[in-house]
C-alpha cells in the first residue's frame, strides 16, 4: 500500500496542468512579440523623424533667404489667402514638392515641381550614377503658417510656424518649428 501512494505523489503533472502551463506561456511569448514588433516600428521612424526637422528647416531659411536678399518685400513674406493675396506661401497642408522657379518651398510658385525625395545610393554605392535609389517622399505634408505677432501691435514681427505631419509605419507624427521674421 504505501509503495501504491508513493507512485500516486511522483506521478507528475496530468495533462490538463501541462495545456494550462503552455498557454500561459504562448499568451507571454506573442505579448512579447507584439511589443518587440511595436518597438522596432517606432524605432524604424527615426529616419523619418530626421527628415521633417530638415525639411522644416529647409523651409525657415528658403524664408529667410528670401527676405534677407531682396528676393521678396516684408509683404510677401506671408499667406497666400483672401486676406493677402500678394502673399508668396500657401495655405493648409501641402505635399512636399521640389522648389519652383522662385527657388521657395511650399511657396505659390511650386505648381507642377516634381515630388521632394531622398537619393540613396545604389548596389554600387556610389551617389550621382545610374542605379541611384530615388524615394519619394509621398508620406508628408509641409504647412507653413505666417502671422503677425500679436505682441507687436505695429506688424513688424511675423510668426512663422511651419508644421511636417508625416506617418511611419502605423504612426502618425508631428514636427513643428517656429521661428520669427523681422520687417528690419
Not at 528647416?57 to 510677401?76: D, G, L, R, V
Not at 512636399?96 to 522657379?101: K, M
Not at 505659390?108 to 524615394?135: C, H, R
Amino acid at each position: 500500500m504505501r509503495q501504491t501512494k508513493r507512485r500516486r505523489m511522483a506521478a507528475g503533472f496530468s495533462l490538463l496542468e501541462t495545456m494550462v502551463a503552455l498557454i500561459v506561456l504562448a499568451v507571454g511569448i506573442l505579448g512579447l512579440a507584439a511589443l518587440l514588433y511595436d518597438s522596432l516600428s517606432y524605432m524604424q521612424g527615426s529616419q523619418d523623424d530626421f527628415i521633417a526637422q530638415q525639411k522644416a528647416e529647409e523651409a525657415a531659411e528658403a524664408i529667410f533667404t528670401a527676405k534677407y536678399s531682396n528676393n521678396a518685400t516684408f509683404a510677401q513674406i506671408s499667406n497666400n489667402s483672401g486676406g493677402n493675396p500678394n502673399g508668396l506661401f500657401l495655405t493648409g497642408p501641402q505635399p512636399l514638392l521640389q522648389a519652383g522657379p522662385d527657388g521657395l518651398v511650399g511657396s505659390i510658385n511650386d505648381g507642377g515641381a516634381l515630388p521632394a525625395a531622398i537619393v540613396y545610393p545604389g548596389p554600387d554605392g556610389k551617389l550621382g550614377t545610374a542605379d541611384d535609389i530615388i524615394a519619394p517622399l509621398t508620406n508628408f505634408t509641409r504647412t507653413i503658417a505666417i502671422t503677425n505677432l500679436a505682441s507687436e501691435p505695429s506688424g513688424d514681427v511675423r510668426d512663422v510656424i511651419i508644421t511636417i505631419n508625416y506617418t511611419t509605419g502605423k504612426f502618425t507624427r508631428q514636427y513643428q518649428l517656429e521661428t520669427y521674421v523681422s520687417q528690419f
